[in-house]
């Protein structure tokens, strides 16, 4: 797997590494791991692709053919995905596939971390990070 999970500061805010290719499967793993825990609670996503040397050749259809990422990109508890240094296919996969989402892109971990602290729940169930 060419991803890495983890939480930032507090159980609100889960940060995906990924790192040498990302594959469809990791794709799927990232829909799996994320919709397990937006289903415990309101979470903030940050997807770091900093180290992220190689894509899915098809990546639109490549999401979007992933029930497991779809489920996860409109899960009512994801409040906001935001993409650390998306190079220029994974930005209009972003575009496509994560329209109904919000969605911002960085060029550094350290804007996505700010960002992110800056934005207010939007439910009543979680506290200020």
């Excluded at 825990?37 to 040397?53: E, F, K």
């Amino acid at each position: 797997m060419a991803i890495t999970v983890d939480w930032s500061e507090d159980d609100s805010l889960l940060v995906f590494q990924c790192v040498e290719e990302l594959t469809a499967e990791d794709i799927e793993a990232i829909g799996r791991i994320g919709t397990e825990y937006a289903n415990r609670t309101p979470i903030r996503t940050l997807i770091d692709l900093s180290d992220a040397a190689a894509f899915p050749r098809n990546l639109v259809n490549t999401a979007l053919r992933s029930a497991l990422f779809m489920t996860f990109v409109n899960h009512p508890n994801v409040e906001w995905f935001v993409f650390v240094r998306p190079g220029t296919n994974m930005r209009f996969m972003i575009e496509i596939v994560l329209r109904s989402a919000r969605v911002k892109m960085v060029e550094s971990r350290e804007s996505a971390l700010a960002f992110l602290r800056a934005q207010p729940f939007q439910s009543g169930d979680h506290p200020q990070p």
